[in-house]
């Protein structure tokens, strides 16, 4: 129902912005909340941010709330995230996923039981 592209990866230095992108090829993007998600070398996936299915509702992670900036354009079926103040800690490979029955909150703490990802985007932050 929904496929997932990341894109924007690179590597930055430290306190550096990036910005990455999601685009979803599937026909009801508009009716998933989305989200992305992050693992870094040798760690499990966590939870960096998401969004409601009008992009208003958002959460973020601690560790990137205030840097980072979630949104989604509906009419383009692609996810945003806007990453300022780049920290080694943020190397990872970024991950979004829709989810069609949770909201964005719900969606923070199901991390590997969501179904739709796609195949994510290596962000690297040197010091």
């Known amino acids: 129902q929904v496929q997932l592209a990341e894109s924007g990866g690179g590597l930055v230095q430290a306190g550096d912005s990036l910005s990455l992108s999601c685009t979803d090829s599937g026909r009801f993007f508009s009716n998933f909340s989305v989200g992305w998600f992050r693992q870094p070398p040798g760690k499990d996936r966590e939870f960096v941010a998401s969004c409601n299915k009008g992009g208003v509702v958002t959460h973020y992670s601690d560790s990137v709330k205030g840097r980072f900036t979630i949104s989604r354009d509906n009419a383009k079926s692609t996810l945003y995230l806007q990453m300022n103040n780049l920290k080694p800690e943020d190397t990872a490979v970024y991950y979004c996923?829709?989810?069609?029955?949770?909201?964005?909150?719900?969606?923070?703490?199901?991390?590997?039981?969501?179904?739709?990802w796609g195949q994510g985007t290596q962000v690297t932050v040197s010091s």
């Open positions: 996923t829709a989810d069609l029955l949770h909201d964005a909150q719900a969606m923070s703490v199901m991390g590997n039981y969501l179904k739709f």
